[in-house]
């Protein structure tokens, strides 16, 4: 049987989930889980980063640039969720309707946004929440110079002059 692991602050959302997957086996996840499981649903963004499938529920201001994941809402149908699921657990990365529609319209605001590489879509989500350019390093263990490499490309393609332009431009979104 299919396992899934729920983290949710919620317990409204927590329970809504379990209720919703009643065909699979669902657990309830916290740091240093043991248990193997196939997909993982998260709010927590620091969880992106685990190896596993994995579902995140956000809203639309908290919509990454770099998606490497299916997501969804709170507003998501029961009919989406299992959509999500299955799709999911077949190695493909689903996007509820709305937060579909709201990419879209957000990367209509950045410009050039498809010809920008995964590294700089994530320097732009990084530099969008305040990072400095050690704290960035640090993440993704590599160097300030890279980092600054790194910018110089992205700013040409975004054809700003440097991180306060970025922000300035592209903090509402």
């Known amino acids: 049987m299919t396992k899934i692991a729920i983290e949710s602050n919620c317990e409204i959302v927590k329970r809504g989930l379990q209720n919703i997957l009643k065909d699979y086996?669902?657990?309830?996840y916290y740091e240093g889980i043991d248990e193997?499981?196939?997909?993982?649903?998260?709010?927590?963004?620091?969880?992106a980063k685990r190896r596993e499938l994995k579902?995140?529920?956000?809203?639309?201001?908290?919509?990454?640039?770099?998606?490497?994941?299916?997501l969804i809402s709170i507003r998501t149908s029961e009919k989406e969720i299992l959509e999500a699921v299955e799709k999911t657990l077949k190695g493909y990365n689903y996007i509820e309707?709305?937060?579909?529609?709201?990419?879209?319209y957000r990367n209509k605001k950045i410009k050039n946004i498809e010809s920008l590489t995964k590294r700089e879509k994530y320097l732009l989500e990084e530099i969008l929440k305040g990072k400095t350019n050690k704290d960035i390093s640090k993440e993704i263990y590599i160097s300030?110079?890279?980092?600054?490499?790194?910018?110089?490309?992205?700013?040409?393609?975004?054809?700003?002059?440097?991180?306060?332009e970025i922000l300035k431009k592209y903090s509402e979104i």
């Open 36 to 47: 193997v499981f196939d997909l993982l649903f998260f709010e927590d963004e620091n969880l």
């Open 144 to 164: 300030d110079k890279t980092i600054k490499n790194n910018l110089t490309g992205l700013y040409k393609k975004l054809k700003v002059s440097g991180r306060r």
């Open 25 to 28: 086996e669902v657990l309830d």
């Open 55 to 70: 579902i995140r529920i956000v809203n639309e201001k908290d919509l990454p640039i770099n998606i490497d994941y299916s």
């Open 97 to 104: 309707k709305s937060l579909d529609e709201f990419k879209k």
